[in-house]
């Protein structure tokens, strides 16, 4: 059974930094996409970037400027630098991969709150 390990969530002021990373443990192969997504406190779960296995990206308008995603395929690692962070960008993160295959994985969530 293939999982995922992200780490790097936490406090951070308005106007901060913080990098989150996700780990695909080695079961999961054949990836496709590898990205990010967040859902806040009473609201859907949204795409917040995406990295496909070419490299080509998509971000949330919300986010384009601030964050970078990347991906280390040699470590099946994806990670997202969030910039100049805002109270809205608290939320519960997820990463998600997605293969060939059509496996779809979640990892459990870190959260990120962003104080004003």
């Known amino acids: 059974q293939g999982q995922l390990v992200e780490s790097g969530g936490g406090l951070v002021q308005a106007g901060g930094s913080l990098r989150l990373s996700c780990a695909a443990s080695?079961?999961?192969?054949?990836?496709?996409?590898m990205g990010w997504y967040r859902q806040a406190p009473g609201k859907q779960r949204e795409l917040v970037a995406r990295?496909?296995?070419?490299?080509?990206?998509n971000y949330a308008d919300s986010v384009k400027g601030r964050f970078t995603i990347s991906r280390d395929n040699a470590k099946n690692t994806v990670y997202l630098q969030m910039n100049s962070l805002k109270p809205e960008d608290t939320a519960v993160y997820y990463c998600?991969?997605?293969?060939?295959?059509?496996?779809?994985?979640w990892g459990q969530g870190t959260q990120v709150t962003v104080s004003s």
């Open positions: 998600n991969v997605h293969t060939t295959l059509l496996w779809n994985y």
């Open positions: 080695g079961s999961i192969f054949s990836i496709d996409h």
């Open positions: 990295v496909i296995s070419g490299g080509s990206t």
